[in-house]
């Protein structure tokens, strides 16, 4: 997988847990927005990532369910 690098010269995440865990390590991001915004922009955010890998597509249903 190709990754471009951002304009801070880090490599860009690969997926959305990436870039929480990736934010949850910066300490410039908690200082901008403030410890609360912080905490809540990062729970809204693991949620967000918990709710994409509980979804199963049509295509995850019509590729694996008559396989197995």
Known sequence: RLREKCSFGKE????????IEAAKADPFIEKVLGEEAFDRYIK??????NDYNSF????????YLNRY
């Open 56 to 63: 199963v597509s049509e295509w995850e249903l019509s590729e």
């Open 44 to 49: 809204m955010k693991e949620k967000e990532w």
């Open 12 to 19: 860009a995440s690969g997926n959305l847990k990436e870039a």
